[in-house]
């Protein structure tokens, strides 16, 4: 049956055999049913499967894992997603009732074309709501990867906090990278050509940004090679603090001042670092100086006995005492204690508390550590030093 053929016969049985009231009649209720459907029946649907999901998701994973949807449901793309989504279904229905009335009031010419602007228009709108749907998986998975490393992590000691920082990382990443290849993929893009021209624009973006670049690298090579981390006590280049937060741009620390350092990745890959709390432990030199009248090697086993009744200093390893040099004034002792756990307080209190104490056990032991001496000798220029100059004789006068 031919497309004219079949509108003859959709007139025949229902433009000319119903009368105007039934055409009125069917025409108010498949309105009214439209509406119905489009305002009150759709919305109701996308509020209870979306409880019904977060019920289900809450059974499965455990609390954490509602406390993400409802994370989930609070973002602004999401939520703009789902309502273009309930939006398209609504002008689905109405679409569907206008296409009906045409056809009960004999504008058959008119209905078919509805239905061909809406073939055109079909493949569009799927493909906008497969994107919308994969961003909208996007956004569950990241939160669900979030959670689930955050659980794994909590589990086991082996993980610290900056590996979950790295493994979230690259897998928020591959999830991008997973999501952009989807996207193109609907929407027919040709993934080579793309490569191509964005290998031409990353070499300019490259050029324009070569600092920005080489932070963000950096950022990486520092994830990975993990010379200090978060709470770790060191020093970077002429700068010394607590490191606070490491990103992919910027490492931050925060100094003894209270000021907060903002370093770029690539100049502490470029700088030499120091890390004080890797070892768990520290060493100190202290150096004092005795009098040259007194024995140093007794002095040396007053200072060791003093720097062991100190109570922030380790006994293991023990404390070491050296005599390491001659002064102007005095016989240079060297000092060495370890302390543990290593932070800057600990630093400070132990080394007031070795000064203190060597001083008193020096003063107890009459051991003298002298000021600093300078010997002023002068001599008699009251008559002026005569000079000879020996004479010389000339071979050829004689």
């Known amino acids: 049956m031919t497309v004219a053929a079949a509108t003859a016969w959709v007139e025949s049985v229902l433009v000319d055999g119903v009368s105007t009231e039934i055409r009125i009649t069917a025409s108010v209720l498949i309105a009214v049913s439209a509406l119905v459907v489009a305002g009150l029946l759709v919305p109701r649907v996308a509020t209870r499967t979306r409880l019904f999901v977060r019920g289900w998701t809450q059974g499965r994973f455990g609390e954490s894992a509602s406390e993400t949807f409802e994370r989930v449901d609070a973002v602004a793309p999401i939520g703009v997603l789902v309502t273009i ?12 009732a206008a296409f009906v009335v045409l056809v009960i009031w004999g504008q058959i010419a008119t209905a078919l074309r509805l239905i061909g602007i809406s073939q055109l228009a ?26 689930v490393v955050r659980e794994y992590t909590a589990n086991t000691k082996r993980v610290t906090a900056h590996q ?30 793309l490569l191509v021209g964005a290998g031409f624009l990353g070499i300019v973006i490259g050029l324009a940004a070569r600092q920005t670049l080489g932070s963000l690298l950096a950022g990486f090579v520092l994830m990975f090679s993990r010379p200090f981390e978060i709470g770790d006590w060191v020093e970077i280049g002429d700068q010394e603090g607590i490191v606070t937060k490491i990103t992919i741009m910027n490492t931050i620390m925060r100094n003894f001042d209270g000021e907060h350092i903002i370093i770029p990745n690539d100049n502490v890959n470029n700088r030499p670092i120091t890390n004080r709390s890797r070892d768990g432990k520290l060493r100190i030199h202290l150096e004092v100086g005795v009098d040259y009248d007194d024995d140093p090697e007794h002095a040396k086993e007053v200072a060791r006995e003093a720097v062991e009744g100190v109570k922030m200093v380790e006994n293991n390893p023990k404390p070491q005492v050296f005599p390491v040099a001659f002064g102007g004034s005095a016989v240079t002792l060297d000092i060495r204690f370890w302390i543990a756990p290593p932070t800057p307080q600990r630093r400070w209190h132990a080394t007031a508390g070795v000064v203190e104490s060597v001083k008193e056990r020096f003063a107890t032991e009459s051991i003298s550590i002298p000021f600093p001496q300078r010997t002023v000798s002068s001599r008699d220029v009251s008559e002026p030093e005569t000079v000879t100059q020996p004479t010389t004789v000339d071979d050829s006068e004689e």
Not at 85 to 96: G, I, K
Not at 125 to 144: E, I, K, P, Q
């Open 164 to 193: 979950e920082q790295i493994l979230t990382r690259v897998l928020q990443v591959a999830l991008i990278l997973v999501a952009i290849v989807a996207v193109f993929s609907i929407w027919g893009i040709n993934i080579g050509s």
């Open 122 to 147: 079909l493949p569009a709108v799927g493909r906008v709501v497969s994107t919308g749907l994969v961003l909208l998986a996007a956004f569950v998975v990241n939160d669900f990867i979030r959670d």
């Open 85 to 96: 989504l309930v939006r398209l279904v609504q002008l689905l229905v109405l679409s569907a």
